[in-house]
Every structure is written in structure tokens, then in C-alpha cells.
């Protein structure tokens, strides 16, 4: 089962303050992506630059342990973070998407926004029409197609499960060899002095 979705939905996924990164990628004589973190990743700006968006850098024992477990990679923010980078060159950012849409979900307490939020999650992410649709067995669609009727802020928990569960055996064995990951641990181990 892959998780690789359409260019497009790569391509056109919700940026959420990225536009800044995709223009100025695009103005690069690289032209081999739209992705400024996976053909730039062995160059130390970029990386650095991936961390604008975090208040904090990760140390590298942090780093580390984003080896260790999945679970350790994804309760990090800066973790979920370079890995979405990382699944982005994989166009499947929608899997982290839909599962940080949930996450969200989750904490909502205000009824009407609770119904708001999981419709347009069904319409972002089950909906078989929606260019960022996950993949999920019939069993879990049909258990959120009877939810739907009157969401809560668990009716998509089967769902998440199961893309937390495809995300850790399909892309985040590649993600540790990728190259994204490579040059953190390389970056992160020299001192600060060097760079
Ligand atoms: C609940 O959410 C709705 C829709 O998002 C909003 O209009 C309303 O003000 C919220 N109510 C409370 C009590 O926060």
C-alpha cells in the first residue's frame, strides 16, 4: 500500500506560511523541484532555514532519538516537522496533514466547531473526490460514513490509527535514510563555531 498520492496535491497542499520557501526555491536555477528541502538537502542553509518556522532548533540528541521510534519522531514538533518536509518529496503530505487535522479535532470543545472541523476534514481527506484523499480500508470509511451523521471529536480516530500506521512502516523507514535526515545528524553534530 503506498502512500504516494498525485503530483498536484503535492504540489497545490496547504503551504500554511511555506510560500515564502516554494518562491524562493523557485527562483533557483535548481530545477529539479518544487520542494526546496529534498534537492537542497545537503546544503546547510536550507536546513537551517527549514527551522525559521520553529522556535527552537532541535539538539542533536533530539534528532537522535527521531531514529529510536516513530512515536519519539512524531510527539516533536520539529520531528513532524522535517518529516513532513521528508513525505512532501514523497508526495504524501496529505497522510500528516489529515493526521494533525485530527490531532486538532481532538481538542475542539465547541460543538458547532466540532462539526465545522470534521466536515471539512471528510471533504480534505476521505472524500474519494478530494485530491488529498488518504488511504483507508472500506471498514474504516464505512465507520466514519455513519459517524459523519453527527460528528464528534473521535469520529475519525480508527482513520488516524490507521495512517499513523502507514506512515510508520511505509515512509518512515525511508525517511531515516534519507538524505533530509542524513544531513540533520551531520549538521547537528558539528559545533556551532564551524557553521
Ligand atoms: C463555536 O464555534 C462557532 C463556529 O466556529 C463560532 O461561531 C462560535 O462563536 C463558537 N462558540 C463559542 C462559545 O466559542
Redesign the pocket.
Known sequence: MGGGRSETSALTGTGGGRGTATIQNSQRSNACCFCWCCCCSSNEDDLSFSFLFLSTKPSLEEIRQWSQSFDKLMRNPAGRNVFREFLRTEYSEENMLFWLACEDLKQEI????IE?KARSIYEDYISILSPREVSLDARVREVINRKMQEPTPHTFEDAQLQIYTLMHRDSYPRFLSSNIYKSLIHSGSRTPSES
Open positions: 465547541n460543538k458547532s466547531a465545522e
